[in-house]
Each structure stands twice: as structure tokens, then as C-alpha cells.
């Protein structure tokens, strides 16, 4: 049954001044998003005392805006220059920029908004009408099911990258032991911290990652740049390929189902932001593919699959904040301070007090999403500015802002000297072909996943406690079956290469 | 640099990490999980850089971006090495002459070891770009940088006039 202050709420959220703030709130979080270093997190922050003067509904939504925009924001860099604006964005520049080599930029580039638009307005819409029920079910899950969880995730990972196994595996297990560096999460102890408070809070993950990502890139592009090769190596043939787009959109109804699903729900727990959903869908959607060989060489259905459930994980982090008060992500715990600086209080009692003004932005961020398509799609042609840009100029400010983005996050220069020794590990780490995305995902997850190991490991002390919580024992199964599954493939594969060998000798 | 040198850096890193976790206050369970971590790691990069020695020692990765970095004509190294030199040294410069003229040096002779053309207006363009970027970080984002006479000029202007 429709609440309703949601009928109530529909006026407000379409009118003029909503739909500007909305807008607004797009193009500042696109180009928040498409700097390097600059997260969606951080354009929320510095934008909820701006809001503070506008009606509450109004700023909550452009802060909406903001996010939604960040988040494909990060893509554009992505795509065109294989620089990942937010984290969030590393599995859309791995099809992406494959895409653009080939002369496929503004396919690539309206692709990811329309995917974007569509995973926003159907996580908006499942905000609108799940947010109860779904909040309730991720609060029965515990230790047990997040670390069967996380688990799963962990290997699903390994199994699906090219690379063999073993050093998928390598590369996770380096990953999860960056993480542990700092102070013990439930001891309090230091870890690898070798004397400097600095380390006491661990790793900066925003600053490791754009040393993984865009440090990197820049360095590529400099040495690409200094060899005589001068522009980016993609065409821009401009956006003739509006229907193609469409087209293609259409045709994927079911990748969007998955990658929606797994992108909200990932984003009702707490703590899986949107970095590491991408990672999840696009493993996933190889396994449905037709065609799995184009995954990570430019896949329609890879770039789909990660954009959509990226922007699906910001309405699903937001549904436990509402509800309970629970940010699902870094980005939906800015919103506490937004909703706290208007006078409400998120948890079950918002929709009693402010159901109009809260169910006018759930309403707008429906909107919020449709605008971002159409902006989107319209700025694309603008987009190519970059493409014009001789790759040296592209390297030199990547590597400003690298510097400034690895600055700017805890405001010293400790995390810069982290940001270059973090680039210095992936260059090396590519040198011995271990690939980097278990090493990132393992970053991501390891404190989480210690976390609940040391509950798991109290709680959990027979294998009757494990069975008596069966979403924990199925996901458990499922990842040893996942595993033995990818190693069996694996040796036959190998079998029939030396079978096949052998016939040509 | 081969992969037996690359995996051997790698492999030092983890070793000064396992080095590290036996100061990690003894019985503590916060010791046991990253040194399994550790171990677990160390052990399998090993067993992998062993058996690529097997295959053929020093063989570089397939990878023709990372093949380029390491070889490529000698200017171009060059100029690589001090592209390299001047981003490690930029944010040193910046602890000493603040944001706004490390931030145009630094972009500036980055720019100029790609191209020497009408270097002067190079100059003038970036000095706008990181005076403009400065008021920017002084009146919207609000990030606090190192600050230098320039910077503190920025801010007479900003807050006096």
C-alpha cells in the first residue's frame, strides 16, 4: 500500500527548485568524481554546509545529486584515460578503456550513464518500497554470515581473473596483510607500525589506491609521452551512436536485474561501499556471459554490469541509514551529518517526523538518476576535450593530483609518501604478473573481515553453532564449490592445451 | 629489471613485514592473522618466483607498457627518471615554498620536459591555473596546504579586501 505522505511528497520532489538542486548536485558531483582523489565521500562533506541554508529536502537533494554524479564522475576519467576517478570506478576503466582503444569512447561513456542511471533509479525505487524489509534482513546476518560472505567475495575474485590461481591468490593474501597495518581492531595493539603514529590508523585506502591506479597511469602515460607517442591512443568519433547505446541498454534487461540486485544488496551492508560491488557483479555477469573471453578486453556487458551495480550500491547503503540509522557506506555516513545539521534524525522514527520532506528525496533521486542520464549523455561530446590533451599534459596533472588527492583526504604528507610507495608496489606487482585487483580487494575487505573473524572465531566454537546458521553454512558451500569448481576448470583446460600440443607435434 | 629482481623486492617487503610481526606483543591474537597472512604469502610468491627462475631467469613481464618504462631510448629514460624526480620532489618543495609555488613549479617543469615551446607562457598559464586552483581550496573545499609569503599574499587578498 502507498504511504500517504508519499503521495504528498510527489509535488515537491518534481518541482522547479527540486530538480535544480538535483542537477546541481549532478554536475558538481561529476566533476568532484572525475578528479582523481576526490571521492564522492568528500564532495558530500564538503558540500553539507552548503546545504545548511537551503530547505532540508532540497539539500538532501542535491547531496543525492552529488553522490550519484560522483559516482559516474568516476568513470569518465576511467574511460578515457584509464584513470579511475573514485575507487569505485577501476573495474569500469578496465572495460572502458579497452572500449576506447578500439574508437568506442562515446559508446563506452553513454553506456556507463545509462548503466548508472538505471542501477540509481531502481535502487532510488527500492529505497522507496524495500527499505524496511530489506533493513531487517541484513541485521539478522552476523559474524558467521559476513565472514562466509566476504569469503565469498574473496574468491570469487580469484577464480574469475585470467591469471592462474595461485597468484590471484598471492595477490589477495598481500592485500589483506596491507590491511592489517595499524592498530589491532579489537585489541588495540600496534601492528607494523614501526614506531610512527602516522600508521596507527593503517594504510589511507583512498591514498593507496591512487597510487595503484592513477600514480601508475601517470607514469605510463609519461613514459608513453617521453617514447613520442603524443596523444591518447583512442578516437572520439563523435555520438552517432545514440540508438546503439539505447540498443544495447535494452537488449541487457537481465544483466540489470543481476547487477542491480547484487549492487543493492551489497549496499545494505554495512561497511561494503561501493568499491568492491563492482568487482562482485562483473565476476558474476562472466559467469552468465556468452561471450566471458571479452571480459576485461572492453565487454559491453563488464562495463554494464560494474556501472550499474555501483550506482545501485549508493541507493541500497542508503536504505539501512534511513531505516536504522546505519550508514551502508562511507558517502551514506556523510548524509547522518546532513540529516542531523536539518534537524532530523535518521532511524526508524524519520519516516513518522519527516516522512514528507524524506520521501520528496527518495522521489527526486528517482528523478536525480533520469537527469543524470540525460546529462550524461548530452556532455559526452564534451567529454573528448581530454582526448585532445597531449598525453604528457594528461600525465603531468594526473600526478598533481594524485599528490593532492593523496594530501587532501587526511590533510599530510604522510599519506603522499604512502600514495608512492603503494604506486611502486603495483608497478612491481605487474612486473611479476601478480595481478592487482585481489591485492586491492583485499585492502578493502581485510578489516572487516578480521573483525568478524575474531567474533566468528568466539562465537562459533562447534560445528553445530555453524550449522545452526544456515545462510552462513550455504555461503561457505558455495565458495568451496566455487573454488573447486575454478581449479578443476582449470586443469582440464590445461589437459586439452596439452593434449592439443601434443597432436601438433 | 627481471622477475627474479622484481620478486625479490616483493618478497624483501614481506620479510621485513614477518620481521616486524615478532614485536607484535607476545601471546596477542592480533599477532597470529597477519602472520599467517604473511607466511602464507611469502611462501606462495616464492614458490612462484622459484619456478619462473626454472622457466628462464630475468625474463621481463609481458606487459608492453611496463616493458617500455624499463627500456626505450636513452633521452627518453631520461627524462622519465627526472619526471619521476619531480614528483617525489614536489611535495618536499611544497613543506618549503607552499602550495602555490611548488604547485607552478612542479607543474612547470613537468610540462617542460615534455615540450620547450614558449615556455614563459607555459609559466603565466600555470602560475593562473594554481592561483586560481588555491583560491578554490581557500574558499570552497577548505583544504588546509603548506603555506609560503605567496600563499599568505593569496590570503591578505582574499580575507583583507
Known amino acids: ?505 | 629489471m627481471g622477475n627474479a629482481a622484481a620478486s625479490a623486492l616483493v618478497l624483501i617487503g614481506l620479510a621485513v613485514l614477518g620481521v616486524e610481526s615478532m614485536n607484535i606483543e607476545a601471546g596477542s591474537a592480533a599477532a597470529l592473522y597477519p602472520r599467517v597472512l604473511i607466511g602464507a604469502g611469502f611462501l606462495l610468491l616464492l614458490g612462484l618466483a622459484l619456478a619462473s627462475l626454472r622457466r628462464g631467469a630475468g625474463q621481463p613481464a609481458n606487459d608492453t607498457e611496463l616493458s617500455l618504462m624499463a627500456s626505450g631510448p636513452a633521452p627518453a629514460a631520461w627524462r622519465f627518471a627526472l619526471f619521476c624526480a619531480i614528483w617525489i620532489a614536489y611535495p618536499l618543495a611544497m613543506s618549503l615554498l607552499g602550495f602555490t609555488a611548488a604547485t607552478t613549479l612542479a607543474l612547470w617543469a613537468s610540462s617542460l620536459l615534455a615540450s620547450r615551446r614558449r615556455p614563459w607562457l607555459t609559466l603565466l598559464a600555470l602560475l593562473v591555473f594554481t592561483v586560481a586552483f588555491a583560491v578554490a581550496l581557500k574558499t570552497v573545499i577548505y583544504v588546509p596546504v603548506p603555506a609560503a609569503w605567496p600563499d599568505q599574499l593569496i590570503d591578505a587578498i582574499l580575507y583583507r579586501y
Not at chain 1, 576511467?78 to 578500439?102: D, H, K
Open chain 1, 1 to 505: 500500500m502507498i504511504d500517504p505522505q508519499m503521495l504528498a511528497a510527489l509535488p515537491h520532489a518534481l518541482a522547479p527548485a527540486s530538480l535544480l538542486c538535483a542537477a546541481l548536485g549532478i554536475v558538481v558531483g561529476i566533476v568532484f568524481g572525475a578528479i582523481p582523489g576526490l571521492t564522492a565521500t568528500l564532495a558530500i562533506a564538503l558540500f553539507v554546509p552548503v546545504t545548511f541554508a537551503m530547505q532540508p529536502e532540497h539539500g538532501l537533494i542535491m547531496l543525492g545529486g552529488i553522490y550519484a554524479g560522483a559516482i559516474f564522475g568516476g568513470s569518465i576519467s576511467a574511460i578515457l584515460i584509464n584513470v579511475p576517478g573514485t575507487p569505485a570506478s577501476i573495474v569500469t576503466g578496465w572495460e572502458g578503456y579497452a572500449m576506447a582503444r578500439r574508437g568506442e569512447a562515446p559508446y563506452a561513456l553513454g553506456l556507463a550513464a545509462v548503466s548508472s542511471g538505471v542501477g540509481g533509479a531502481v535502487s532510488a525505487v527500492a529505497m522507496l518500497f524495500l527499505t524496511p524489509v530489506l533493513a531487517r534482513l541484513a541485521l539478522s546476518l552476523g559474524p558467521p554470515e559476513f565472514v562466509a560472505l566476504l569469503a565469498f567475495s574473496l574468491a570469487i575474485v580469484i577464480v574469475m581473473l585470467d591469471t592462474p590461481l595461485l597468484r590471484n591468490l598471492t595477490g589477495c593474501l598481500i592485500g589483506l596483510a596491507l590491511a592489517t597495518i595499524g592498530l589491532d581492531p579489537v585489541t588495540g595493539v600496534p601492528r607494523f607500525t614501526f614506531g610512527s603514529p602516522d600508521l596507527a590508523s593503517g594504510l589511507d585506502l583512498v591514498s593507496v589506491l591512487i597510487g595503484f591506479f592513477c600514480m601508475t597511469q601517470a607514469l605510463i602515460l609519461a613514459r608513453e609521452a617521453f617514447a613520442g607517442d603524443r596523444r591518447p591512443d583512442i578516437r572520439f568519433e563523435g555520438v552517432s551512436g545514440m540508438w546503439r547505446i539505447v540498443g544495447t541498454a535494452a537488449t541487457r534487461f537481465w544483466t540489470y536485474v543481476r547487477s542491480t540486485s547484487i549492487g543493492i544488496f551489497l549496499g545494505i551492508m554495512p561497511a561494503i561501499g561501493p568499491e568492491s560491488t563492482p568487482f562482485m557483479a562483473h565476476a558474476i555477469e562472466k559467469r552468465f556471459s556468452r561471450k566471458p573471453e571479452e571480459f576485461g578486453y572492453g565487454s559491453s556487458d563488464g562495463l554494464i554490469a560494474a556501472e550499474t551495480s555501483i550506482s545501485a550500491n549508493v541507493g541500497g547503503s542508503m536504505i539501512p541509514l534511513l531505516s536504522l540509522g546505519i550508514p551502508g557506506s562511507g558517502a551514506a555516513a556523510m548524509f547522518i551529518g546532513a540529516l542531523t545539521l536539518h534537524g532530523m534524525q535518521p532511524g526508524p522514527l524519520l519516516f513518522v517526523d519527516n516522512g514528507v520532506a524524506i520521501y520528496t528525496f527518495l522521489i527526486a533521486f528517482v528523478a536525480t538518476n533520469v537527469f543524470m542520464v540525460l546529462i550524461g549523455l548530452f556532455a559526452i561530446r564534451y567529454f573528448a576535450v581530454v582526448l585532445r590533451v597531449p598525453k604528457s599534459w594528461i600525465a603531468t596533472f594526473v600526478s598533481f593530483f594524485s599528490v593532492f588527492g593523496a594530501y587532501a583526504v587526511n590533510n599530510r604528507l604522510f599519506d603522499v609518501g604512502i600514495m608512492f610507495l603503494a604506486a611502486a608496489l603495483a608497478l612491481l606487482l605487474r612486473f611479476i604478473r601478480i595481478p592487482i585487483l585481489p591485492v586491492v580487494l583485499g585492502m578493502i575487505l581485510g578489516g572487516l573481515l578480521e573483525e568478524n573473524l575474531v567474533v566468528f572465531d568466539i562465537t562459533v566454537k562447534t560445528p553445530a553453532d555453524l550449522l545452526a546458521r544456515p545462510i552462513a553454512v550455504g555461503l561457505f558451500a558455495l565458495t568451496a564449490a566455487v573454488l573447486a569448481g575454478a581449479v578443476y576448470r582449470r586443469a582440464r583446460t590445461r589437459q586439452a592445451a596439452g593434449r592439443s600440443a601434443l597432436n601438433f607435434e
